[in-house]
């Protein structure tokens, strides 16, 4: 959102009369720079959400990955911070898939039995009395668990745990 205003004080500054030139072609070329930053950032959302493949395993749920990317955005602004934008997308996007599962698929006896497989949050988790949708997005939870958790960044364990526990409340 930032960077909306940025674009929208760079048009109206190009209009000045006592416009520094070098400044604006700075600003043009940092805008452009995070743009594509964020067309990437984007393309690598879209691989992992393709892969996630929510159109065709869950076709009652919403896919709106950039949708969720920009949410992400919203939240964390600042080009350098890109690995947890992307996270914020990919949990953001899981999550919308449990909030669908919840309010327009799942009986409410699946549901519990989600609930409780949550509870443990281990592949141990997953039982025979869990119907296949919620098998593949709970194994889908975990992953993004595990993936959260070896991204390699410093306090990633904490990061994960929390995660956990934010789905745990959401249920």
Same mark, same amino acid.
């Given at each position: ?6 674009? /929208?004080? @760079?048009?109206?500054? /190009? ?27 984007? #393309? @690598? ?11 065709? +395993?869950?076709?009652?749920?919403? $896919? ?20 947890? /934008?992307?996270?914020?997308? +990919? ?9 669908? @599962? ?21 592949? $141990?988790?997953?039982? $025979? ?21 070896? $991204? ?17 409340? #959401?249920?």
């Amino acid at each position: 959102m930032e960077r909306l205003k940025i674009h /929208q004080y @760079i048009s109206f500054y /190009q209009k000045e009369e006592s416009r520094n030139e070098t400044l604006l072609k700075f600003a043009k070329l940092d805008y452009n720079r995070i743009q594509l930053l964020y067309r990437q950032e984007l #393309a @690598i959302l879209s691989r992992w959400s393709r892969d996630l493949n929510v159109t065709h +395993k869950y076709p009652y749920a919403r $896919d709106r990955i950039v949708e969720t990317y920009e949410w992400a955005l919203g939240s964390i602004c600042e080009p350098q911070f890109g690995a947890s /934008q992307l996270t914020i997308a +990919k949990y953001v996007q899981v999550e919308t898939v449990l909030d669908n @599962i919840y309010d327009a698929y799942g009986t409410l006896d699946e549901l519990y039995r989600f609930i409780a497989a949550f509870e443990r949050c281990n592949v $141990d988790g997953i039982d $025979d009395q869990l119907p296949g949708y919620m098998k593949n997005r709970y194994k889908g939870f975990l992953k993004l668990f595990e993936e959260t958790e070896n $991204d390699g960044n410093e306090g990633s364990s904490f990061k994960t745990s929390y995660a956990k526990e934010m789905v745990r409340f #959401a249920g």
